[in-house]
């Protein structure tokens, strides 16, 4: 059983705090409420007095702010020689990450320094220490329980709802940061399309598969994502067909998403696609085929042809929003 | 310039879908065939691909567990040598023990031909937890990146890499060695050629325990785990679903409008 007190660790990434962020704080404040132990965070940036003062401002009872230029951008080695600097002065025994790219490294790097367990991809934390994550392409759920002192996990994404503004704001204290002489130099950056919904921070995605027949499906299904405020996802069929980047695709070998709502247009449902997305709120199938596995396991099933359902959805849906 | 580069490979169940024993309650992979992680065949391929930009350059393949065909997997599909870090003392090691004792033995080969770089896939597929590139380096104090899309220029001194972000890509400049956990985008792996699988049959791979790391039992296997598999148990069943039905098109889409809107799903 890990030693009390929780600690959020919190890289703002170009500057902005993700919404993940405020994930790990709803988590931290649950799990801090139910041990009645205090709930710290720790945030690595360049300019980190912003987002620290946000963080406190959600609830958070103490915010370290690590404040340094190579902190501007994630290098694992620099980001995870601060966290574990803060860790040790808060001396809280849980760490939370969450499982993004950068994160997943954070906290992989916070566990050797630390000598801490670790466990990736949590989407439940017991208040007895334990705590849940997929096994075997989320065939399996596992309970896995800490044997350390320091416990480093990485939640997933959209498993807690986003913390708001608290009634009561906590502190912000900065912290110095020595990077040291660091062999790690972060060079550029090059963004993606802009004026997309990011999948994994999505409350909705709507997604298309072999099903759709043809490239020219996913006009359809961006449309009806726009009509939905919804992200674009995609079988690995529809990309390694070469119908949509692979930055799109949701399974096994593309991002897991856990969205309220996911639209699967003409997709099948084969295992590794389905461990992508299984743990979504609501899954609608689009399909003509009634007996595929993806319309077996939907909460809400609607048999028929996609190019005929899909505008029909969008003119409702604009009819009833007036 | 020629370098010496490690691939870090797992062995894996070939199926997913894995019961639990009802005694245990832990998954039970007995029985079930193994094969070469998926993620690593990319990690194998770029060590092949580095090897053929940079000749003179050799690739080791390194595996921890008792599964030693792994090996001769990797050497088919162009590593030069590999060695398997097993015995009793390793069973039951969590990401942090099994990280511990692949940097021991990094440090081992390091000692005897200079280690430039070491290559991990994305993840395991059974446990997927994506973090032992990033623990190894840890353990190592060595640089790393994970989500490693492109080794864009490597000589012994340096390497720059893109990384694959939720936002976009990184450039990033590490010094060597370093550890790179890879992306599927890095390549396309190609099957093992004939005399790959010729030159891999034959192959002898060291074995190489605790006491020839220089490892306390203590800090390896279960014993030097930080956590422990409890229990496991098949998700909760979703709730039965329900069929929007209608005459038309219309009217199924008029329904599953009413029943988002209902959910508040819209």
Redesign the interface.
């Known amino acids: 059983m890990a030693n009390p007190g929780i600690l959020i660790v919190v890289a703002p ?2 500057g902005v705090l993700p919404p993940a962020a405020f994930e790990l704080v709803t988590a931290g404040r649950r799990l801090a409420d139910a041990l009645k132990e205090p709930l710290s965070a720790v945030v690595l940036s360049d300019k980190a007095q912003g987002p620290a003062a946000e963080l406190a401002a959600r609830g958070v009872d103490k915010v370290y702010a690590v404040e340094h230029p190579l902190l501007a ?5 620099l980001h ?1 020689k601060a966290a574990a600097e803060a860790a040790r002065k808060s001396g809280t025994g849980k760490i939370l990450v969450s499982s ?3 994160g ?2 954070l ?3 916070l ?3 630390l ?7 949590v989407f439940e934390i017991r208040p007895d220490g ?1 705590v849940l994550r ?15 002192p320091v ?1 480093v996990i ?1 939640v997933a994404p959209m498993t807690f709802p986003r913390a708001e503004k608290a009634a009561k704001t906590g502190a912000v204290e900065p912290l110095a940061f020595d990077p040291g002489a660091p ?10 399309e802009s004026n997309e919904v ?4 999505a409350e ?1 995605v709507v997604s298309g598969g072999r099903g759709l027949g043809g490239p020219e499906g996913f006009k359809l299904v961006f449309d009806l994502a726009h009509a ?2 919804a992200a674009v996802g995609a079988s690995r069929a529809a990309v390694d067909s070469g119908w949509i980047p ?2 799109h695709q949701v399974g ?2 593309g991002r897991s998403v856990r969205p ?2 996911y639209v699967a247009v003409g997709i099948s449902g084969q ?1 590794q696609h389905l ?1 992508g997305m ?1 743990s979504s ?4 199938a689009i399909n003509p085929d ?1 007996d595929c596995p993806m319309m ?10 996609y190019k ?2 899909i505008p ?2 969008i ?3 604009k009819k ?1 929003r007036g | 310039m020629p370098i010496h580069i490690v691939v870090c490979v797992k062995s894996v169940p070939s199926s997913a879908a894995i019961p639990v024993d009802p005694g245990t309650g832990l998954p039970k992979t007995a029985g079930v065939p193994a094969i070469l992680n998926p993620f690593d065949e990319y990690a194998v391929e770029e060590a092949a691909r580095l090897k053929e930009r940079l000749p003179g350059s050799t690739a080791t393949a390194l595996t921890v567990g008792a599964d030693v065909e792994v090996l001769r997997e990797a050497a088919a599909r162009g590593c030069d040598a590999g060695v398997q870090v097993a015995g009793p003392e390793f069973e039951g090691g969590d990401s942090l023990s099994s990280s511990a004792a692949l940097a021991a033995a990094i440090k081992k080969l390091h000692a005897d031909k200079p280690v430039h770089l070491v290559l991990f896939g994305k993840n395991a597929s059974d446990e997927a937890s994506g973090t032992v590139g990033s623990q190894t380096a840890a353990w190592l104090d060595w640089p790393g990146a994970a989500g490693v899309k492109k080794i864009e220029a490597a000589d012994g001194a340096s390497v720059t890499v893109h990384r694959m972000m939720e936002d976009g890509i990184d450039a990033l400049s590490l010094s060597l060695p370093a550890c790179l956990a890879t992306v599927k985008e890095i390549n396309e792996p190609r099957l093992p050629s004939l005399k790959g699988k010729m030159a891999a049959k034959k192959a002898v791979f060291p074995k190489w325990g605790a006491a020839e790391l220089g490892l306390d039992p203590a800090q390896v296997g279960a014993a030097g785990a930080g956590t422990r598999l409890a229990k496991a148990s098949p998700p909760p069943p979703r709730p039965a679903g329900v069929k929007v039905e209608g005459a038309t098109a219309a009217e199924k889409a008029a329904k599953l409008v009413d029943l988002l809107l209902e959910r508040k799903l819209i």
């Open positions: 990434q170009r951008d994630f290098v694992e080695e995870a993004s790219v950068a997943r490294a906290a992989a790097r566990a050797v320094l000598k801490a367990g670790l466990a990736a991809d334990r997929p096994l075997f392409s989320g065939n399996l759920i596992a309970e896995v329980e800490f044997k350390t416990a990485s062999r790690s130099r972060f060079v550029s950056f090059k963004a993606e990011d999948l994994g921070a909705r939905l405020g692979y930055r096994l070998t309220k709502l295992i461990a299984s709120g609501t899954v609608v009634k077996q396991t939907a909460n809400v099933a609607v048999q028929g042809d005929e359902l029909l959805i003119a409702d849906i009833r």
